[in-house]
């Protein structure tokens, strides 16, 4: 079963940047998947933030944040990268490695239901 292990959070000025990384092992069915992450900040949805695909490295991000983060894959690290900046106040949440069996799903607003794995979330905490 895949496991993904997510690092990178911590407390960072506004304007600042900070890189979230996520490690996957135990294996997809195949070498076909989206990677990336979802967020959580207190009483608020749950937020894809931003994913990408392992086999054509398309992506998907959130209006909220595009133009300041972006997602990146190391298939042979099997490591998806989230390099944010300029980050905000808003920016604030937990946030949470998520991956899916197959393609990426790059229309509409992602749902939680649609990704089969999941991390322990690491909390971004961005500071005015």
């Known amino acids: 079963e895949v496991q993904l292990q997510a690092s990178g959070g911590g407390l960072v000025q506004a304007g600042g940047s900070l890189r979230l990384s996520c490690a996957a092992s135990?294996?997809?069915?195949?070498?076909?998947?989206?990677i990336g992450w979802f967020r959580q900040a207190p009483g608020k949805e749950r937020e894809g933030v931003s994913f990408i695909s392992s086999v054509d490295a398309s992506t998907y991000y959130a209006d909220s944040v595009k133009g300041r983060f972006t997602i990146s894959l190391d298939n042979s690290k099997m490591t998806v990268y989230l390099q944010m900046s300029s980050l905000s106040p808003e920016d604030t949440a937990v946030y949470y490695c998520?991956?899916?069996?197959?393609?990426?799903?790059?229309?509409?607003?992602?749902?939680?239901?649609?990704?089969?794995?999941w991390g322990r979330g690491t909390q971004v905490t961005v500071s005015s």
């Open positions: 135990g294996g997809f069915i195949s070498d076909h998947f989206a």
């Open positions: 998520a991956a899916r069996e197959g393609r990426l799903i790059s229309y509409g607003v992602p749902q939680y239901y649609e990704y089969d794995y």
